[in-house]
């Protein structure tokens, strides 16, 4: 994977720059030692990793503001930087750059339950945002599998969603408003504590615009009265095409399902093994969870019991009660990191029309046993969000790469079908260079002109979203 070389300018002015950070902020949290940097060198991409120059961890909006003006006036990259769980690697450093940390903005900042909102900074983490408004009947809808770790930072870099988004939208449909940081220093306020904003939508612009416009620091998000009730029915089948059929019938036929989730064996194995979820042991499983009162959820139950039973599955088993329901959740959860226990493992993001999901799994399995390296499929199948994982041998020479062409191959299918090559990882640099297969030249300078307004040195998160080829002579001037 290509990155821009270091500037030797910037290298050697790394005792100015942390003595001026040191300035601004407290001295814990500018990290300058090189063996502490490390830690940072790279995110839940772990294939590639390069270490900063400095690290920094601003405690507020104006620590953050301040921080970016040194930056800015030394023509120093900046790399924002949630939890470290992007899988797309989106806060990979430069040599030459500061990690921008967001730990430390952790705060809610306010509650307001008439008007269905909180705001917080952006350090927090996505479960503890429902952790703080559970008690009153409410939650936070998007629920990536990483929330346990993963920061509202992030979230809205990546435009995040989960599980539940097939009903509930993702981190744009649940965000209101931000305060966000411009390299130079200046804070915007975008949105707000309202349904309407007035101009133009600047905050759907920042929302998956995955660091290259500003560092959000503060976010007003949307909260949810809890439901009534849920059940999740596990549907097991003996294909993974077959599966895949089902989902599309179930979405034709106009029910609305909270999540419906798709794992195939090998993902089904490792999570048994990791979680002890209870799952059948078969060829491919369906997760599908309804919400309401216990006669909404038998009646939505009761139509996919039917859509179900035409493609004649090998189980059909409804939870039985909330610790069931918690550990059939708990396995989906937990099955990256059950795969990432036997197998390093790349995973994808592909997002397509579920219609195309029998065509899309057959064909993956084909390139599978054309690359020889193994493909574990776990995702998000209402809304067709694929995470296939690729299973290679990180000391194996030569297998990143024919893991790296296996990826490449399976988002090019992804886009031909009608999808798209990233569904909430973000592109990062992961995808970088397959956004020439998605977008004509033309609609990339569009995008990279927007980049222009809100960075026009190009300073934050380079290397990331658009090919260096096309951003080469910005990144020079």
Request: proline share 6%.
């Amino acid at each position: 994977m290509e990155m821009p070389i270091p500037r030797p300018e910037i290298l050697a002015r790394k005792a100015e720059l942390v003595e001026r950070l040191r300035e601004v902020l407290p001295e814990d949290a500018v990290i300058s030692d090189p063996a502490e940097t490390r830690a940072y060198e790279c995110d839940a991409l772990t294939a590639y990793k390069c270490a900063p120059l400095v690290a920094i961890l601003p405690g507020s909006t104006k620590e953050v503001s301040e921080a970016l003006r040194i930056c800015h006036d030394m023509g120093v990259p900046v790399v924002p930087r949630g939890s470290g769980t992007s899988l797309a690697g989106g806060a990979l450093p430069t040599a030459d750059s500061v990690i921008l940390g967001v730990a430390r903005l952790n705060a809610v900042l306010e509650t307001d339950y008439d008007n269905r909102f909180i705001r917080v900074q952006t350090g927090r983490t996505n479960l503890s945002v429902t952790g703080a408004v559970e008690e009153h009947g409410f939650f936070y809808a998007p629920d990536p599998s990483s929330q346990l770790a993963c920061a509202i930072a992030g979230n809205i870099a990546m435009n995040s969603g989960g599980a539940h988004c097939l009903k509930y939208g993702v981190t744009t449909n649940n965000l209101m408003g931000v305060t966000m940081v411009l390299m130079d220093g200046t804070v915007l306020e975008l949105g707000g504590a309202h349904l309407e904003a007035e101009g133009l939508d600047l905050l759907g612009i920042v929302c998956g615009s995955e660091g290259q416009l500003g560092v959000v620091t503060e976010a007003t998000l949307r909260i949810l009265r809890k439901p009534e009730g849920a059940r999740p029915v596990l549907i097991g089948f003996d294909s993974n095409e077959v599966a895949g059929a089902c989902v599309s019938d179930i979405i034709k036929a106009g029910v609305l399902p909270v999540a419906i989730e798709f794992m195939d064996r090998p993902c089904i194995e490792a999570t048994e093994d990791f979680a002890k979820a209870g799952y059948p042991m078969c060829e491919a499983l369906l997760i599908v969870e309804v919400e309401g009162s216990d006669a909404e959820i038998d009646e939505q139950l009761g139509l996919i019991e039917g859509i179900a039973r035409r493609h004649n599955p090998v189980e059909f088993r409804q939870s039985r009660s909330p610790e069931e329901s918690a550990a059939i959740w708990l396995g989906r959860k937990s099955a990256f990191g059950a795969m990432g226990q036997i197998n390093d493992y790349m995973c994808l993001d592909g997002t397509i029309p579920v219609s195309q999901l029998p065509h899309v799994l057959k064909r993956i399995g084909e390139l599978s046993e054309q690359f020889g390296l193994g493909v574990a499929n776990v995702f998000h199948a209402g809304d067709g969000n694929m995470h296939p994982l690729i299973l290679f041998d990180a000391n194996k020479p030569g297998d990143l790469e024919l893991c790296e062409d296996l990826g490449a191959e399976i988002l090019k299918l992804c886009v031909e079908v009608g999808g798209c090559l990233t569904g909430e990882h973000g592109v990062g640099i992961e995808k970088r260079d397959l956004m020439t297969h998605q977008y004509a030249p033309e609609d990339l300078e569009a995008q990279m002109a927007v980049k222009d307004v809100f960075d026009p040195k190009w300073l934050l998160n380079p290397a990331k979203v658009f090919p260096l080829a096309s951003s080469d002579a910005r990144r020079v001037a």
